[in-house]
């Protein structure tokens, strides 16, 4: 887990580097392209989600109830089928939280990267080159009118987002998409330009390695409130359209999938606007026992042989 920290001193100065932004690479200050200047360098603040700022809190000691046991492989039973589904329950002991100690380190290939129930991590990456093959534009309001990828989504998560803006609509609260799925190809892009600016340790701290984004899935999606205030940063937290998530985001099938507080499960900071679809079974099972994607599969998670 050591060989995967920052020095205190260089958090620091990461944490401060990039306090204006999250979920976004924001770290890269300024410059702003377009959605057709795929060659600048900087995301918008709404090119999300996992290049967010994963940096752990340099005062934040691991938890003690995370142990990870380096010995055991997270793959027992590699798994050659790809669209198999994840047994809804690890058999083995709920250990779980390893995550900590394998954030880049024996990768493997996710075996289920088309099931609403992947895992898709700094662990587990999704197949070279994976794209989903039903995105759909959902019929929700964005922060930007463009109609690129990053307004894209798969169609069932899709169709459950469309029920979710309703529902929320219906409580008063008008939510907007910030930005959902993401090409292998666009997250390489924004990944090398950032190791290419603050190194490789910097980078991943703030931004997903290429094949390990959620919002390749085309199963997560950033929103924030209708005037895209706060949209990926920090200040999101507390809005009643993060409560509002926060509460009812399972009854549609998605999860907060960087919860506050299991940062070093997960590999990434608390992102109140970050959801995730898993299907409504999944969803309610995890708001039942309030555990991560990575608790939740502990040590069964499937895989397709490693990288
Ligand atoms: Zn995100």
Known sequence: MNSNRMSAASALMLAAALTLSACSGGAA???????????????????????????????????????????????AKPSDKPSEK???????????????????????VTANAAMATALVNKQF??????????LVYP?????????????KLRKEAAEALEQLVDGAAKDGIKLAGVSGY??????????????????????DKYS????HSEHQTGLAIDVSGIDGKCAAESCFGGTPEAEWLAKYATDYGFIIRYPEGK?????????????????????????????????????????????
Not at 36 to 48: D, E
Not at 125 to 133: A, F, I, K, S, T
Not at 191 to 201: A, C, H, P, T
């Open 29 to 75: 200050p300024g410059t702003e392209p377009s959605p057709s200047a795929p060659a600048s360098v900087s995301p918008p603040a709404s090119a999300g989600g996992d290049e967010s700022l994963a940096s752990p809190s340099p005062s934040q000691s691991p938890s003690p109830s995370v142990s990870p046991s380096p010995s055991s492989s997270p793959s």
């Open 86 to 108: 994840p047994s809804e329950k690890p058999p083995a002991s709920p250990a779980g939280a390893k995550g900590g100690s394998k954030f880049y380190e024996a990768i493997e």
């Open 125 to 134: 990456r999704l197949p070279e080159g994976y794209v989903p093959q039903d």
């Open 139 to 151: 019929d929700i309001p964005f922060t930007f009118s463009d109609k690129i990828d990053k307004r």
């Open 182 to 203: 993401r090409s292998e190809s666009r997250q390489k892009t924004l990944y090398e330009s950032y190791v290419k600016k603050d190194g490789v340790q910097a980078a």
């Open 208 to 211: 997903a390695r290429p094949g």
């Open 263 to 307: 940062e070093d499960i997960t590999g990434y900071k608390y992102e109140p606007w970050h959801i995730r679809y898993v299907g409504a079974d999944l969803a309610a099972k995890l708001a039942e026992s309030g555990d991560t994607l990575e608790e939740h599969y502990g040590g069964a998670v499937p895989v397709s042989g490693s990288k």
